[in-house]
């Protein structure tokens, strides 16, 4: 399973969504629209090895958590007016308690909490932090394979393996820095020195993955 949890700082957490202002109007959900299809959506379908939490930071009330999951979503298709449109309809609705996930849809879970909930839910595969200055995601001799090979994809132990990928998480920002407390167990990597847009991230993670890049971990 691959997992992906983008933090909205300023993302609207409950109300109306302004579908036409996304950026200002509802705290750059915009960002969080595109990091969405850029974790879960292929050209013609869905990674259905995939899950993404957003959390929405912004109020008003308490911040929220939406996920998503590959293999369960139905009924979102690759338009950012469509999935927003589907965000629009989990805010109406009460923010459940912290640790727990009420079903919204086919594939789409809501809770309460912020990252510190999310990284205790994901106690069982490394968790990636990306920070543009930390050591890089690949081993130093990494090398992209002449065939995709995404069932062997890290040098760490084989527990995070199996035969359909690798078992991993990825914790990135909006538009504003990745702040996170000196937490046991997260492991702040680098996709190079440049700062990326979140979906653009998100890609070259699936990238590395997908071709079997060998990543240091």
Not at 41 to 50: L, P, Q
Not at 70 to 84: K, L
Not at 122 to 138: E, F, G, H
Request: glycine share 10%; with cysteine; charged share 25%.
């Amino acid at each position: 399973m691959r997992r992906f949890a983008v933090i909205g700082h300023r993302a609207m957490s409950s109300g109306k969504l302004p579908l036409n202002d996304l950026a200002s109007g509802a705290g750059r959900m915009d960002v969080m629209v595109r990091a969405l299809m850029a974790a879960m959506m292929t050209s013609h379908g869905f990674r259905r090895d995939t899950e993404i939490i957003l959390h929405l930071l912004g109020g008003p009330g308490p911040n929220r958590r939406l996920k998503i999951i590959g293999s369960e979503v139905r009924g979102i298709h690759a338009e950012e007016r469509s999935v927003a449109g589907q965000i629009a309809k989990v805010l109406r609705e009460p923010t459940p308690p912290i640790g727990m996930w009420s079903k919204r849809a086919d594939g789409i879970y809501d809770s309460g909490g912020d990252i510190n909930e999310t990284i205790r839910e994901w106690r069982d595969s490394p968790i990636i932090a990306l920070d543009a200055n930390a050591p890089r995601l690949w081993v130093e001799d990494a090398v992209i394979p002449s065939e995709s090979n995404p069932g062997w994809s890290a040098r760490a132990d084989s527990k995070n393996q199996n035969d359909s990928g690798l078992n991993i998480g990825f914790i990135l920002s909006d538009d504003q820095s990745l702040e996170l407390e000196s937490t046991p167990g997260i492991i702040f990597r680098s996709l190079g020195q440049q700062w990326l847009q979140g979906h653009m991230a998100i890609g070259i993670c699936h990238f590395l993955i997908d071709e079997g890049v060998e990543l240091f971990l």
